[in-house]
């Protein structure tokens, strides 16, 4: 396999995986965030470019998806969030 195709199939997989494990932590949906982000790398390289778009909106909502689940997650701990 092609380094480019080896990089794509790591960062869907990781896409895969951190969604996977959103539940248990607002931290796997910032590796979501990131994982998507590095999906939007691999498809502007790949020539790609509506892809590479779309993931790295896609990374933007799992953002703030992650402050909003993180501070939900301390509110429900009684602690604030550091900031």
Do not use: K, N, Q
């Amino acid at each position: 396999m092609e380094p480019l195709t080896v990089f794509g199939v790591a960062s869907v997989g990781a896409m895969l995986l951190f969604y996977a494990l959103e539940a248990r932590s607002p931290w796997a949906i910032l590796a979501f965030a990131f994982a998507c982000w590095s999906s939007a790398v691999y498809g502007w390289l790949a020539g790609v470019w509506p892809f590479a778009v779309i993931e790295g909106i896609w990374g933007v909502v799992a953002l703030r998806r992650f402050a909003r689940r993180r501070s939900d997650f301390s509110a429900a701990a009684g602690r604030s969030p550091s900031r």
